[in-house]
């Protein structure tokens, strides 16, 4: 029942992560809503039975794909916002 909710909370997380990374209009806070979509989906496999997809995830989708993400956008500075 416990691990049922709380999939449920992380579910609700990943989603409004998810909708404020498409509706903000800054591009470094839909970037950390991406980072936190794929952390949240980590947790998720973790409770799930699947550690491997969970560190893969975590790893490749929370960790290196935030920071190329926040690499790039340091580099073509912020003239992309408006």
Same mark, same amino acid.
């Given at each position: 029942? #416990?691990? #049922? !909710?709380? %999939?449920?909370?992380?579910?609700?997380?990943?989603? /409004?992560?998810? *909708?404020?990374? @498409?509706?903000?209009?800054?591009?470094?806070? &839909?970037? $950390?809503?991406?980072?936190? $979509?794929? %952390? +949240?989906?980590? $947790? @998720? !496999? *973790?409770? *799930?039975? &699947?550690?491997?997809?969970?560190? +893969?995830?975590? #790893?490749?989708?929370?960790?290196? +794909? #935030?920071?190329? !993400? /926040?690499?790039? *956008?340091?580099?073509?500075?912020?003239?992309?916002?408006?």
């Amino acid at each position: 029942m #416990t691990n #049922t !909710f709380l %999939l449920v909370v992380l579910g609700l997380i990943c989603l /409004l992560a998810a *909708l404020y990374a @498409i509706r903000t209009r800054k591009t470094l806070h &839909a970037v $950390i809503a991406s980072g936190v $979509i794929s %952390l +949240t989906a980590s $947790i @998720i !496999f *973790l409770l *799930l039975g &699947a550690p491997d997809v969970a560190m +893969t995830e975590a #790893t490749i989708g929370a960790g290196l +794909t #935030t920071v190329v !993400f /926040l690499y790039a *956008l340091k580099h073509i500075g912020e003239g992309g916002d408006d």
